[in-house]
């Protein structure tokens, strides 16, 4: 089964505390994304990977870190600068960045800070 | 700044009747995606439609793209309560890279 998965579902982290999602992909493809979405909105972009070892800030980067050591991997980690980290985070992949392909989404992770 | 902005930002129709859901785009592009999200869930990617494309169609479902006006619209036709989801316009610039924009979406209530 091809597909792109994520890690947990839920997540709840107290506040000044670090936690990484995971998201794993068997679709061999190069490219792929965090996204964040918040209540009633659309994505924002925090980080994409072009390529393996590769990785660029997307527009909200701030409070995120990612690393991208395997084709299939590409974790998040929120750290505790990220000041309001509460959102529902979706990974994807796709084959390329460019050109603007097909993106293939994971189930998200519901994050909630207590 | 957003690059898509769909219009209306909610719909509610009856099962059988047909959906319209409009986005415009600001700056040139290289193509136009469409996705629907489920509540709670993933997107799902629907349709692309290049920029040198005016139509296409998938199942029950027609976008159309005009780059003059800097706008596309996807219909739904002969809708469904499992159509009942949000639905997103993504579009992939062709300048200064490729990077793809999503807008904030059109929420779709199809009552049975």
């Known amino acids: 089964d091809g597909g792109i998965t994520q890690s947990p579902k839920y997540l709840f982290r107290k506040e000044g505390q670090n936690v990484t999602l995971s998201c794993e992909q068997n679709l061999n493809h190069d490219a792929m994304y965090w996204y964040r979405q918040d209540p009633g909105q659309g994505l924002r972009l925090i980080y994409y990977?072009?390529?393996?070892?590769?990785?660029q800030k997307g527009d909200i980067a701030e409070g995120y870190s990612v690393s991208r050591e395997k084709k299939e991997s590409f974790p998040l980690t929120v750290t505790s600068a990220q000041k309001n980290p509460t959102a529902f985070y979706l990974c994807a992949s796709s084959i390329e960045y460019q050109r603007g392909s097909e993106q293939f989404f994971g189930p998200g992770t519901r994050l909630t800070v207590l | 700044s957003q690059q898509g902005e769909e219009d209306p930002q909610a719909l509610s129709i009856q099962e059988g009747e047909n959906a319209t859901m409009n986005c415009s785009y600001k700056?040139?592009?290289?193509?136009l995606q469409w996705y629907r999200q489920n509540s709670g869930r993933g997107l799902v990617h629907l349709i692309l439609i290049r920029s040198n494309e005016r139509e296409k169609h998938s199942g029950r479902l027609r976008v159309t793209l005009d780059t003059s006006k800097k706008s596309s619209s996807l219909l739904i036709t002969a809708s469904r309560a499992a159509d009942t989801a949000s639905y997103f316009c993504?579009?992939?610039?062709?300048?200064?890279?490729?990077?793809?924009?999503f807008g904030a979406g059109t929420r779709l209530f199809v009552k049975a």
């Open positions: 700056t040139s592009i290289n193509n």
């Open positions: 990977s072009q390529i393996v070892n590769d990785f």
């Open positions: 993504a579009t992939a610039g062709n300048t200064g890279g490729f990077k793809t924009i």
